[in-house]
């Protein structure tokens, strides 16, 4: 054996150097011996070095006992420990090597001999030690992996997908299982061999680990089939385009041996949670869609599930991050002007909400509102659309446009939520606009649900001082006896009225008597999704008041909307004869 590299800890300076001295004495052993007194220095020396062997007295001036031996075990990361014992601490001596001490010495009864040889015999028990260690690991690698590749094999695949699987259970994740089988693979092997053929299969692994992330499991089931764990998918297109990338990575050239070989793969794809619950009917279903993929057309991949399109995993995603969407601030508003058909001057806007997911871009209200309705988000959602909206108006009455109301719409859950009064005049109250200038939308089928809590609401809300609109009229078939009883200032002429209303003759006659009607109740109607000017002259000649709609102006930004009003020459409440046909 070369040098040993020895750490003697032992505060008696005499039975140090007789240690010392027995080493040499042998003559057989060239060894460097690093001698300490205490157990603090013994810890800062293995921080810093590295030995063969640590001889340890117990007792020690900082440390006694078994506790002596534990603290030099941990820091000595798998140096073998020979204990140095007084004639009366044997069985202290035994236990430690219960703990793993390697041996222990009886000072004043050890000769040179025994020394070296228990020096020797340590280190050698420690490095076979290790080697049985690393073998039982490399055993376990190779229960678990797949020889030619060192891919996962299909056992490790099945853990992890399960593992994976109870996560995205937990947190309503989604994940995707790949079934890979190359075209062509088959013939390659009976044709080039072999050799070629395991080598092939080794560059497929190796693409394949190089171009994934660390986290997606890549594995070889067996002959050329392979299989991938891809995690944190949120829609459709995750899918393909990870299949798009993989299709290309591995339809490139291969250079084999000196041969070059072409080969294509066919993709399957299912994805928990449509496509099944467990690892087994996942991974069936992905091999499922691979035969189709193969049949179709050799190169392509498809999903398990044909009729999964965007709009499921639209959905799914949605309800997933709505509820992080206020904090991330994603939520923004639109603006649709409302004009006067008498005057052509914008006598309002209604704030629409939108949602900029940071991955599906903006969604419409239409996408999210029913959701937030069902878990009830819709009320920190509505709050805040509330105050962006009071906001918004404050800003721009301080640019002058100070007669312009802005209409905010009230869900049905937000019409019933205790706090509604309270939020409704805080919005208000940090806001500073006028009460007058915030207009509450209501949807008729909404206000009609309880007529005795909806006639009080309103009542209380129109004590605060702000306007009510009736919005989508006609469309909840209520007895217009009930409409009386609703204080109401401004009523909303549902779109589906005003698309016809100059083609169908029932559409105009419905609308004209909804006009006169409103009027002789003393509201103001608005006649919502005008699109052409067939639509805005009939409205005109009914003497509806107002119209909104993409005719004039569809919901822009915030920003957009004054520099809009003063291009339109007709900032908000500044009387002029501009007439609608002019817009
Ligand atoms: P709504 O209150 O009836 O709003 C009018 C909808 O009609 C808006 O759709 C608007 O973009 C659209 N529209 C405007 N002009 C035209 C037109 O000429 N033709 C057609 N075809 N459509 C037009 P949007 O923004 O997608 O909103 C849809 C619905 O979502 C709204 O219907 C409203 O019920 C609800 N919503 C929007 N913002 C909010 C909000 O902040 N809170 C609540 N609770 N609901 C909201
Ligand atoms: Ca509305
Ligand atoms: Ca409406």
New binding site residues.
């Given amino acids: 054996m070369s040098q040993i590299k020895i750490l003697l800890v032992e505060d008696n300076p005499g039975d140090a150097r007789l240690i010392e001295e027995l080493i040499r004495e042998t003559g057989k052993t060239e060894a460097a011996i690093t001698d300490v007194g205490s157990l603090a220095t013994a810890l800062s020396v293995l921080k810093d070095s590295t030995f063969d062997v640590v001889l340890l007295d117990l007792s020690l001036p900082d440390s006694q006992g078994l506790a002596t031996f534990t603290c030099v075990q941990e820091h000595a990361s798998g140096t073998p420990i020979i204990l140095l014992t007084g004639l009366d601490d044997e069985t202290l001596a035994v236990k430690a090597m219960q703990q793993g001490a390697q041996d222990y010495l009886v000072k004043g009864k050890v000769e040179a001999e025994l020394l070296v040889r228990a020096i020797r015999y340590a280190i050698e028990r420690q490095r076979l030690l290790v080697e049985m260690e690393k073998a039982r690991e490399f055993e376990q690698h190779l229960a678990y992996h797949d020889v030619l590749t060192n891919l996962p094999n299909r056992l490790l695949f099945y853990d992890r997908l399960a593992q994976a699987l109870t996560h995205a259970k937990r947190y309503s994740g989604k994940l995707a299982v790949f079934f890979l089988d190359l075209d062509g693979f088959k013939e390659l092997n009976d044709s080039r061999g072999h050799t070629v053929g395991d080598r092939l299969l080794q560059i497929v692994a190796q693409r394949l680990k190089s171009k994934l992330r660390e986290s997606d499991t890549i594995a070889r089931l067996g002959g050329d089939e392979f299989t991938i764990l891809l995690k944190g998918i949120n829609n459709a297109d995750d899918v393909s385009r990870a299949a798009v990338k993989i299709l290309e990575l591995l339809s490139e050239p291969y250079l084999v041996n000196d041969y070059a070989v072409t080969m294509s793969c066919s993709i399957g794809v299912s994805v928990f949670p449509f496509d099944g619950e467990d690892a087994e009917s996942l991974i069936k279903k992905a091999d499922f869609a691979m035969y189709r993929a193969k049949k179709q057309s050799k190169g392509s991949f498809q999903l398990y599930n044909l009729s999964m399109d965007v709009t499921t995993f639209k959905k799914m995603s949605i309800e997933n991050s709505l509820r992080t969407a206020i904090a991330e601030n994603e939520f923004e ?2 603006f ?1 002007p409302q004009l006067s058909l008498k005057t052509g001057l914008v006598t309002g806007i ?5 949602w900029r997911h940071p991955k599906l871009g903006l969604v ?3 996408d999210f ?1 029913p959701l937030a309705e069902e878990t009830g988000l ?1 009320v920190p ?2 709050e805040w ?1 509330l105050r962006s909206a009071c906001g918004q108006l404050g800003i721009w009455h301080k640019a002058g446009f100070n007669q312009l109301p802005v209409a ?4 049905a859950r ?1 019409f019933r939520e205790i706090s509604l009064i309270e939020t409704v005049a805080g919005a208000l109250e940090d806001s500073a606009i006028e009460p007058g200038g915030l207009v509450l ?1 209501i ?1 008729e089928t909404n206000a009609m649900q309880d007529l005795d809590y909806t006639i009080s609401t309103l009542e209380v809300l129109k004590e605060i001082g702000v306007q009510i609109a009736l ?2 009229f006609g469309t909840g078939y209520s007895s217009l006896s009930y409409l009386k009883r609703l204080p109401i200032d401004l009523l ?1 002429i ?2 589906s009225f005003v698309k016809d209303v100059a083609k169908n003759m029932d559409d105009g006659a419905i609308v004209s008597a909804i006009v006169a009607l409103s009027k002789s109740l003393g509201m103001t109607v608005i006649a ?4 052409t000017r067939d639509q805005l002259e009939f409205l005109k000649s009914v003497h509806c008041d107002c119209m ?4 004039f102006s ?2 822009v930004s915030g920003e957009e909307l004054p520099q809009f009003l003063s291009s339109n020459g007709v900032p908000a409440g500044v009387s002029s004869d501009v007439t609608v046909a002019e817009v």
């Fill in positions: 508003l639109h649709q209604e704030s629409l909400v939108r419409y209200p239409g509102i819709i959602i509505g659309v905010v719409n009230l869900s937000q939308e949807t919005d989508d909303k549902d779109k919502e999704g005008v699109e909104q709609g993409f005719f569809e919901p």
